[in-house]
């Protein structure tokens, strides 16, 4: 597999997801100071690749399966940034994570760096390496970038990567689970999250593993609330056929 950067604007690039191995797409942030790259792959080429990129990096996880976080471990980064729920599986990519957490302990207890972002105030101090997000975190960088949890019927825990008011990375959010043949929503997390889309300023949303993974989030929207309407009463879930 040869790897492609694609452009999307002066400052937003993604390499594409492939099949085999299974490897999300690996959004290209370009700041300032910092490159920031939303969720790493699972694909050793691609962390390759990242790693000749002579910038320091921030990660942020989108969530925790392994063709979004595989290359955890491979790829040379300063700060990576996660929800707790992705946090359960670092140990499985990076054996010494315990130890590392543990050691930016003293550190953090005294107040020099942000080890669990909670609020605005968490980008004007220095982030330690493990950042554990509960609440929106915005960064300026010569880009402005939010960070925000997004309920979703997929995964659990999910963050999503607002950039310049413009564009969403919504990671596999968009995606319900599977069963036999139906596709399952949580009618709850669906209608949170269709609220959230609509609260954000940006204007288009990229969905990963998609041959046009960049659309209008209007249309998005349009298209979760047409999935939403098809909930029947006292029921939690909503059950669409795959054959639709």
Same mark, same amino acid.
């Given at each position: 597999?040869?790897?492609?950067?694609?452009?999307?604007?002066?400052?937003?690039?993604?390499?594409?997801?492939?099949?085999?191995?299974?490897?999300?797409?690996?959004?290209?942030?370009?700041?300032?100071?910092?490159?920031?790259?939303?969720?790493?792959?699972?694909?050793?080429?691609?962390?390759?690749?990242?790693?000749?990129?002579?910038?320091? /990096?921030?990660?942020?996880?989108?969530?925790?399966?392994?063709?979004?976080?595989?290359?955890?471990?491979?790829?040379?980064?300063?700060?990576?940034?996660?929800?707790?729920?992705?946090?359960?599986?670092?140990?499985?990519?990076?054996?010494?994570?315990?130890?590392?957490?543990?050691?930016?302990?003293?550190?953090?207890?005294?107040?020099?760096?942000?080890?669990?972002?909670?609020?605005?105030?968490?980008?004007? /101090?220095?982030?330690?390496?493990?950042?554990?997000?509960?609440?929106?975190? /915005?960064?300026?960088?010569?880009?402005?970038?939010?960070?925000?949890?997004?309920?979703?019927?997929?995964?659990?825990?999910?963050?999503?990567?607002?950039?310049?008011?413009?564009?969403?990375?919504?990671?596999?959010?968009?995606?319900?689970?599977?069963?036999?043949?139906?596709?399952?929503?949580?009618?709850?997390?669906?209608?949170?999250?269709?609220?959230?889309?609509?609260?954000?300023?940006?204007?288009?949303?990229?969905?990963?593993?998609?041959?046009?993974?960049?659309?209008?989030?209007?249309?998005?929207?349009?298209?979760?609330?047409?999935?939403?309407?098809?909930?029947?009463?006292?029921?939690?879930?909503?059950?669409?056929?795959?054959?639709?």
């Amino acid at each position: 597999m040869s790897v492609e950067q694609i452009k999307i604007t002066e400052q937003i690039s993604y390499i594409k997801a492939s099949d085999n191995p299974l490897s999300a797409d690996v959004i290209l942030v370009d700041g300032q100071e910092y490159l920031y790259v939303f969720d790493v792959g699972n694909n050793e080429q691609v962390a390759e690749y990242l790693n000749a990129i002579p910038k320091k /990096k921030r990660v942020i996880l989108s969530h925790f399966h392994t063709d979004h976080m595989g290359n955890v471990g491979r790829v040379q980064w300063e700060n990576v940034f996660f929800g707790a729920n992705t946090e359960k599986y670092f140990q499985h990519y990076i054996p010494d994570y315990a130890a590392q957490r543990f050691a930016e302990l003293p550190a953090a207890l005294a107040g020099a760096l942000i080890g669990t972002a909670e609020d605005d105030s968490a980008t004007e /101090k220095k982030f330690s390496r493990y950042v554990t997000v509960f609440d929106t975190v /915005k960064i300026q960088d010569g880009v402005a970038l939010e960070i925000h949890h997004v309920p979703n019927s997929h995964a659990k825990g999910s963050l999503l990567l607002q950039v310049n008011e413009e564009f969403i990375f919504v990671g596999d959010s968009l995606y319900s689970k599977v069963e036999g043949d139906c596709y399952v929503y949580n009618a709850q997390l669906l209608k949170e999250e269709i609220e959230l889309l609509k609260r954000l300023p940006g204007t288009n949303i990229f969905s990963s593993h998609e041959e046009r993974p960049v659309k209008a989030k209007a249309g998005v929207v349009r298209f979760l609330e047409q999935i939403y309407a098809k909930r029947e009463k006292n029921d939690a879930y909503i059950r669409v056929s795959r054959k639709e």
